[in-house]
């Protein structure tokens, strides 16, 4: 599995008039950013591009792709195909045909378990955003880059690495962004449209969330729980609660969070974070789930409050190891 | 008042063995992690360097100035002395004397606002925070960044720009951040230091707070208040009430967000901040506050139901002009 370099598949890219391009279900700020930002520099080099999508682009995130989305193939003839930010091909079930069906396949990417399913591949799991790729292989093509599509790259990069916090954040992720000031983006508005637009129903469901809080292990361990019941009573789903386990796991002295989530009568999602010491895939594997060190997940079939003793255990097992 | 050049403040103060670094009161970030980026990195040169406060500094910010602080003059003989992040002498009121005291007095700022009042002075309103200013004196006097000393200018940068969100965040800005990179900075432990240790007592009362929010004008304006009796209940502070006013904003469709803080009996504080049109310092100025465009603040001295009335008809008012 080895890459190709960009310089030849930006020349694929150049000789094709037709350009559909593939984004991830349930999208992101940086598979939508990344799409978007290629899109927007090829248009302005008269190419036909458009990003093909199968479900819904997040409220918060339409204004990256304004007129850019289609739901069926938009061309007659030929086209070459570009997968952005997807690991596989399972990460666009519906268009995996229409994918498969361009004249070259080509697939962008930053995941580690990405499987090199293109005809020409580029996978940089080193990179904190797929939009980072993207800024290079623009520069590659000797593109220069719109401040229409810096913002798109900025969306990207600024999503992907949690406003520049998280562990992926590199010298290259500001160094890129560095540059991509200098095309004049608007950061502030950008900034205001990705994040600044929580839902009041949102909010109110974080305060219930946040209010049913418990510390455990001298507080060192945080859980809270959504049920069905509060998504109703708030108006909210499922996905307003994006960010829960982040804000537990910000409490002073906590080095493990759990959140649960009811997600059926028997099935409760389960997200873990850890802090500095601690190694939360350790845990979700011992329930079948996956994850990294410091963020992972499962899936337990159990009522909530049961599933709720059998993950407490463990973590506090864990914690045991650390502290104990 | 014209600024001297980095190089002669720099040459200035690599002539004195005694440094005396001056920060503001209420230390933030920036002024904390000036002063301990300058501290550590004269100290490295072999200088007797110390920061001296007349206050207690955060908690959270502790990591910052290890062994740096202290409360009386720690020089017998003559000395240089270096005030950062202070637009003014009245930012370190019981330390004036002694700053005057150095042989040479320095002013290193970035407060549109500043007085000049340095022997030397360098002030640059357009640089998101004093840190970067840091970083570029270092250079100037030729010093090599360690990882340490870049680790308190990252510090500034990144509380100052609101993790690279603020509107002051320039392409300089991630341009510095990105050569710290180089210098093999923790940014995660950093960041985790400075944005992971939330009082679980702070959220409990943020909770109560949010759980208060008004919206007004179709949702275009929101409002909530803290009092006396809530701090009480959750054994918090007023200062833990930071950042609520921005959650407000953040609220999609959110214009302007008021917060009010009950000070005593007839004194309230009034935060406000506006997103994208309007002018809260127009407001402010109403009841003799100030601030700026998009974030400005005043005191009432009424009971805090009359002052939320108050302060509400002119928020109203602001938001017919725009929307009206």
């Known amino acids: 599995m080895k890459n190709d370099s960009l310089k030849k598949i930006g020349d694929k890219i150049l000789e094709y008039d037709n350009i559909l391009i593939i984004t991830h279900i349930l999208g992101d700020g940086d598979t939508l950013g990344s799409a978007a930002a290629l899109c927007q ?4 080099q008269g190419k036909n591009a458009w990003i093909m999508i199968e479900d819904k682009v997040p409220e918060y995130l339409k204004f990256l792709v304004v007129d850019m989305c289609v ?6 003839g030929n086209y070459i195909s570009v997968a952005v930010d997807c690991s596989d091909m399972e990460r666009f079930p519906e268009r995996r045909k229409i994918f498969r069906s361009g004249e070259i396949c080509i697939n962008i990417d930053h995941h580690l378990t990405n499987t090199f399913f293109g005809d020409y591949n580029y996978v940089e799991p080193d990179s904190a955003a797929t939009a980072e790729i993207i ?5 590659a093509m000797k593109i220069e880059i719109s401040k229409e599509a810096a913002e798109k790259i900025y969306a990207g990069i600024n999503t992907d690495t949690g406003k520049f916090q998280n562990a992926n954040t590199t010298a290259r992720s500001h160094k890129i962004v560095s540059e991509l000031y200098k095309t004049g983006i608007d950061h502030i508005t950008v900034g205001i449209k990705l994040f600044q637009s929580v839902k009041p129903e949102k909010l109110m469901l974080e305060n219930k969330i946040i209010g049913n809080i418990e510390m455990f292990y001298d507080g060192r361990g945080a859980c809270t729980v959504v049920t069905q019941k509060m998504l109703e009573e708030t108006g909210t789903l499922m996905e307003d609660t994006e960010g829960i386990v982040e804000i537990l796991r910000s409490l002073d002295g906590v080095e493990i969070s759990v959140f649960l989530k009811e997600m059926g009568e028997e099935e409760v999602k389960v997200s873990m974070r850890a802090k500095k010491e601690a190694d939360v895939s350790k845990i979700s594997s011992l329930f079948g789930g996956g994850g990294h060190v410091k963020a992972a997940g499962c899936t337990i079939n159990k009522d909530i409050s049961e599933a709720k003793e059998m993950i407490l255990r463990e973590v506090e097992k864990e914690l045991e190891m650390i502290y104990g």
């Open 71 to 76: 739901e069926e193939l938009p061309f007659k």
């Open 135 to 139: 800024y290079l292989l623009l520069k």
């Open 41 to 44: 520099a090829v248009r302005e």
